[in-house]
């Protein structure tokens, strides 16, 4: 049921962000919006979903990153490219349901974007992992130790609102464990959205 309520509410964002007046079109004489760097600031959040643990988790995930110029690429002859960036991000999340009541991390991944010709609505998508700490409280159901291991899946749109700065809107999937090291070790597996800002650098 929640699943359906969050892809509901994503597929409401994307209607609504097609259904806008027209984004601002970058000047020609700017750098292509995918080869300078990028500030994101996003939040969001993510229920339990799967059968990892016992208890009803619920995440508010807060995120600073970082993404580089275009590692790799191709532009398309239609004027539209696709991009491949690194992408360093700060994780503090707020655990509102659950055992614990924070966790602090790093995540590392690629985002892959997809910019139109115009270089003012994109689609992106990325999968990575890191660490962090979880104030784990020795509750049956809940984490087994502070040192925590994160995986995590993303997609999502991005709409250019002015020259410097986009909004971002999209779905994440998160993972938390600690890779085993303790018995048991039930972990965290949540789905949800993610709204935020970006911003040229």
């Not at 699943?3 to 509410?9: G, N, Q, T």
Request: hydrophobic share 40%; aromatic share 12%; with cysteine.
């Amino acid at each position: 049921m929640k699943s359906r309520i969050l892809f509901a509410l994503w597929i409401t964002t994307v209607i609504c962000a097609a259904d806008s007046p027209a984004p601002v079109a970058l000047s020609p004489q700017v750098k292509p919006i995918y080869d300078v760097h990028a500030l994101d600031f996003e939040s969001g959040l993510l229920f339990q979903s799967g059968s990892s643990t016992t208890l009803d988790y619920r995440l508010v995930p807060t995120q600073i990153a970082w993404r580089s110029p275009r590692v790799l690429g191709y532009d398309f002859q239609s004027g539209s490219s696709l991009s491949l960036r690194h992408r360093a991000a700060l994780l503090g999340t707020w655990i509102a349901e659950g055992a614990e009541n924070h966790y602090f991390g790093i995540m590392l991944s690629p985002s892959i974007e997809y910019w139109n010709a115009a270089q003012n609505f994109g689609l992106y998508f990325g999968a990575g992992g890191g660490a962090g700490w979880v104030d784990s409280q020795g509750v049956p159901g809940g984490q087994g130790q502070d040192f925590t291991l994160n995986w995590f899946a993303h997609l999502g749109i991005q709409r250019v609102l002015t020259e410097r700065m986009c909004l971002r809107a999209g779905a994440m999937f998160q993972h938390m464990s600690n890779g085993g090291a303790t018995t048991p070790n039930p972990g965290i597996d949540a789905v949800g959205f993610t709204l935020g800002l970006s911003w040229r650098l």
